[in-house]
């Protein structure tokens, strides 16, 4: 069964300082997808990044960058200076390659709320 | 931009009513979800549709119904409504891949 960790319930920094929020997951399957979500106080889940897991590179974009490792099983997603806007519950998220059981097989995270205070 | 818009933001109802919630995709997208959310349990599953009147059932089907007769629209009923429905309610579309979620229905059944 597939499985997704986030084992950072909560964490608060200082405005400017880099976070890192950690993601592991598991599966048994060799093609998968791994997502990043941000949930603000508003409610709306946004999509961040989509990796699949046949591209280990690293994504950047902007302040936001994402380390996938398969040694490991961890996507994780670190905010460089950060701001009080990046304040909010973050997902991470896995899937399985699209076919039966799609739906079923879109596994999120407990989440990771994120304040950064000013 | 892909665009999912649920019917209400907030949404009052009382024990024993029939609610509806609407959720509409305008990206064409073949899968459809409703997902609930509360406070320590995560994003669970009720429901997604793979296409126009498929359904499956999700991780807690129980007490809600879905209707999707177009493609861009997929509905949640709850038929009789009750207290432990109390909850955030989200929608998602998809095309192979990446959900993408509509701004959600806080709903509260007293």
């Known amino acids: 069964a597939q499985k997704v960790t986030q084992a950072q319930t909560e964490i608060s920094v200082v405005e400017k300082e880099d976070v890192t929020l950690d993601c592991v997951y598991e599966?048994?399957?060799?093609?998968?997808?791994l997502f990043w979500y941000k949930q603000p106080p508003s409610g709306e889940l946004v999509f961040l990044i989509r990796?699949?897991?046949?591209?280990?590179q690293n994504e950047i974009s902007g302040r936001y960058s994402w380390n996938f490792q398969k040694s490991t099983s961890s996507f994780n997603f670190t905010i460089t200076a950060s701001q009080v806007v990046d304040s909010a519950v973050y997902f991470c998220?896995?899937?399985?390659?699209?076919?039966?059981?799609?739906?079923?097989?879109?596994?999120f995270g407990p989440g990771t709320r994120l304040s950064v205070l000013p | 931009d892909v665009k999912v818009t649920q019917s209400s933001r907030y949404l009052v109802k009382r024990t024993g009513e029939k609610v509806f919630l609407e959720c509409v995709q305008d990206?064409?997208?073949?899968?459809m979800f409703w997902y609930r959310q509360d406070p320590g349990l995560g994003l669970r599953l009720i429901y997604f549709?793979?296409?126009?009147?498929?359904?499956e059932k999700g991780d807690i089907p129980e007490g809600y119904s879905v209707s999707r007769e177009k493609k861009e629209r997929f509905s949640l009923i709850l038929e009789s409504a009750s207290t432990n429905q109390t909850s955030m309610y989200l929608c998602?579309?998809?095309?192979?891949?990446?959900?993408?979620f509509g701004p959600g229905t806080r709903l509260t059944v007293t």
């Open positions: 990206m064409d997208h073949e899968n």
């Open positions: 998602a579309s998809s095309p192979w891949g990446e959900q993408y």
């Open positions: 599966t048994r399957d060799t093609t998968y997808y």
């Open positions: 998220a896995l899937s399985e390659a699209p076919g039966d059981n799609y739906g079923q097989n879109f596994v």
């Open positions: 990796r699949n897991s046949f591209d280990e």
């Open positions: 549709s793979y296409d126009v009147k498929m359904k």
